[in-house]
């Protein structure tokens, strides 16, 4: 492959390539480092070209950032400063080998925009690539790490690429360092690797899953509900963040961000990238509202690869001295009908702005249903005889809301205190078993768990904090599964919830009854698995053991009481110690899980 068509290849993940007759490029490569730069170019291609192995684009991403640097040379190639877009699929069409591959025939034979167009369609159409996970011992790891930390952190750049084919690079990239790190400093360490990697990677594994989720989860809200929904979304967001700026500021700058979204999950890194970092620079360089923050004010501050991890995670600032307790123009005013009138979405907009400027401590779930909650009320009194005094109550009801929503929080993190976060995540399969009893245990489990990690951190934040973290995590979640899965094939009460309002969805989940009209499994034996190998698995295995127990037992009998658990659970416990303490351990086991069933299908099938 020719050079100048190498260096047309790397401008693919140039975040900064812009007029044509600069070299952006090199000031891109220069920014980022060249270690920085392989990593875009590693997480370009195997993003966009998945039926190529990892050595071989080990090597393209070697040559590539070769070529990306001779752009910093003193003769720099004129391709340096082309389109972006045609240069990327001009470099890939230029190889026949990757063409043929990766089945490109039909976009290299396009040009202009129908071939750009073609390659943005073919990635959304790549599938998701659900590589079987290779368990990896901890010194394995660490044999590996210590012999070349680039192609450690390589590898799993390539693999969750090829996973996440629509994320944005600086995501994965970021995830990749994380992954480096906790393995630099298990690594260090001469004895119990493996407690290391399992202790000191839990927080960095929930971070992965967590941010995943997220990240699925804006795509998945900008593509089922719109414009509108993540405009608001940005606007709680920005308006907790920043509550010094007015309205126009931060309608000005939730309007460029929500429409990088929109370009963002369309596949396109090059103009998802530009994007971000238009907005970065045209947000750093409003000083009249950089003076007034803090937060913000430190985060300008920093490099241009910094600045926008550290804007999007930034804390609330404190809130202006002058800022009353409450919106006492949206409660008070006489002329708020006429003004609900004039322009629904506007003056909806401007009480959300000040209701989430005046509570950080909410959840930003939370403040969109307090602003449909207004708006419904204001829906209802404006066509009273007195709807000053009708709208005058609703402060009181959007805080009981309130209230009720934290309480419900309060009393997972009382739970998960007192008795663990197994208890929860046991709690929590039997929920879900009991209204989608025909969902997988796998899919049961996995939600589950990661339910109870989201908690686990949560819980251990200050009060303040513990809304916006859990329901946020715990609605990215959900969106991520909603969007995932066919709700429809679950059953139609789930069908309905991920059809709700965005921010009503996890509520409707709350409330949903158990499933009482799928058909519930044959009763069988063989889904009690209760053998002498429960008194030698590990504390993990156990966990699972015993959550799978409960998965059998609640989706036989969808409608089973917490009593009628607990006598089961109760008779189970007692066996396994009973026979784990038998010295014929076999024998003991054949008698008491036949006795077991028996109890347990007189319960379950009563």
Not at 188 to 202: M, P, V
Not at 394 to 418: G, M, P, R
Not at 423 to 435: D, G
Not at 462 to 485: F, G, H, R, V, W
């Amino acid at each position: 492959m020719k050079w100048a068509t190498l260096i047309s290849f790397v401008i693919l993940i140039s975040a900064h390539f812009g007029k044509s007759d600069t070299n952006r490029l090199c000031e891109h490569f220069t920014e980022v480092k060249e270690e920085g730069f392989k990593a875009f170019v590693l997480v370009a291609l195997s993003q966009n070209l998945h039926e190529s192995g990892y050595e071989e684009l080990v090597l393209l991403t070697r040559e590539i950032t070769t070529a990306a640097g001779a752009c910093c040379g003193e003769n720099p190639s004129a391709d340096c400063s082309k389109n972006e877009a045609e240069l990327f699929q001009s470099a890939i069409c230029a190889s026949n080998e990757i063409v043929n591959k990766n089945n490109l025939e039909d976009c290299c034979a396009k040009t202009g925009d129908e071939r750009h167009q073609c390659f943005m369609e073919r990635k959304k159409s790549i599938p998701r690539h659900k590589e079987v996970k290779k368990t990896y011992s901890a010194k394995e790891k660490c044999e590996a790490f210590k012999d070349n930390r680039l192609a450690y952190t390589g590898a799993f750049i390539y693999r969750f690429s090829r996973m996440h084919i629509m994320m944005q690079p600086r995501i994965i990239i970021d995830f990749a360092k994380r992954i480096g790190d906790l393995a630099e400093e298990c690594c260090a360490q001469e004895e119990n690797l493996d407690t290391c990697f399992y202790e000191k990677g839990r927080p960095v594994r929930n971070y992965l899953a967590g941010v995943t989720a997220q990240s699925h989860s804006l795509c998945a809200i900008s593509k089922k509900y719109g414009e509108r929904v993540i405009k608001a979304k940005k606007v709680a967001q920005y308006s907790q963040k920043l509550p010094q700026a007015t309205p126009e500021e931060i309608g000005d700058i939730t309007q460029k961000i929500t429409s990088s979204v929109f370009t963002c999950c369309s596949g396109d890194s090059v103009k998802c990238m530009k994007e971000r970092k238009q907005i970065i620079e045209d947000v750093c360089a409003r000083d009249d509202i950089v003076s007034r923050t803090k937060h913000l004010a430190e985060c300008c501050k920093l490099s241009i690869v910094e600045k926008g991890h550290c804007i999007e995670h930034m804390e609330p600032d404190e809130k202006p001295a002058d800022l009353s307790e409450k919106v006492e123009s949206y409660i008070k005013d006489a002329d708020v009908c006429d003004k609900f009138a004039a322009g629904k979405d506007l003056f909806i907009g401007g009480f959300l702005y000040e209701y989430a400027r005046r509570h950080p401590e909410l959840s930003n779930q939370m403040l969109l249903r307090i602003a449909k909650g207004y708006e419904d009320e204001l829906t209802k009194c404006c066509v009273t005889e007195n709807p000053p005094e009708c709208y005058g109550k609703a402060d009181e009801k959007l805080h009981a809301a309130v209230q009720d929503n934290l309480s419900h929080f309060q009393k997972i993190c009382a739970l998960v205190s007192t008795q663990g976060k197994a208890a929860y995540e046991k709690l929590m399969v039997i929920r879900y078993t009991s209204i989608m009893p025909t969902a997988s245990f796998e899919g049961i489990r996995t939600i589950t768990y990661r339910m109870g990690g989201i908690m686990q951190e949560c819980c251990a934040k200050d009060q303040s904090k513990l809304m916006p973290c859990a329901e946020e995590k715990l609605s990215d979640l959900l969106d991520e599964t909603c969007a995932e899965n066919d709700p429809a094939t679950i059953n139609k009460n789930v069908e309905a919830c991920c059809n709700d309002f965005y921010s009503h969805r996890r509520l409707c989940i709350l409330n949903m009854k158990p499933d009482t009209e799928s058909a519930p499994p044959e009763f069988s034996a063989e889904s009690f698995p209760i053998t002498e190998a429960l008194c030698t698995m590990s504390d993990k295995d156990s966990l699972t053991a015993s959550v799978k127990l409960l998965y059998e037992v609640v989706r036989l009998k969808p409608t089973v009481t917490m009593e009628q658990i607990k006598t089961l659970t109760d008779g189970f416990n007692a066996l396994k110690a009973k026979c784990c303490a038998d010295e014929n351990k076999q024998q003991c086991f054949e008698t008491e899980r036949a006795a077991f069933i028996n109890t347990s299908k007189g319960l379950l099938t009563a």
